[in-house]
């Protein structure tokens, strides 16, 4: 599988709450580093992480924006769609990304979380007009 594929297959398994498929996307020593909270580190923390994430946001997808790399990095920005007070908001921000064997080995990650407010983008970046976006919400 791709670099891509592994992302997009990574997505939709958090997506769906899908804990094994996220498991099985990370390499054995996998870490996810985080510009809110302290590292995540082995596929199972990692998979009951982005369950917990899914969950506390009723239900969070996350959405590939714009994926570029190749077998080995790649930089990826996405959008994550949360549900806030019955309105969905999309939560956006971007990832690099390492990896081995077909797997995950390592994904570092920027962007802010405000819990009063989880909408988050750039600021004035024109999002309704880049088509890229649009598939997300």
Sequence with gaps: MTGEGLVRAYFAACSRGDVVGVAASFCPDAVVYDTNHRPVRG???????????RERWDGATWHVDTFVGDGRTAAVEWTMLVR?????????????????DGRIRQIRQYWTHRPDDPEVGLRDYPYDEDPRFHTAG
């Design 84 to 100: 806030r007070d019955g309105a969905t908001v999309p939560v956006r921000g971007s990832e690099h990304y390492e990896f081995a």
């Design 43 to 53: 596929p199972e923390a990692i998979a009951a992480f982005f369950a917990k994430v």
